[in-house]
């Protein structure tokens, strides 16, 4: 049987702060709210509508 490595899955890195590195906490929306340790509200996604 391989060894398992621990730890999280990447896809954590959307919930990331880009400008302090906090975590966001809470509710699935919460990657979309102010920062709760800076306060940066994160950038709105572009839609490619070609």
Partial sequence: ?????????VCWLGRVCPECGAMTEGAPDAATRPCWHCGAVPAEQETDDA
């Fill in 1 to 9: 049987m391989p060894a398992e490595y621990g730890g999280d899955a």
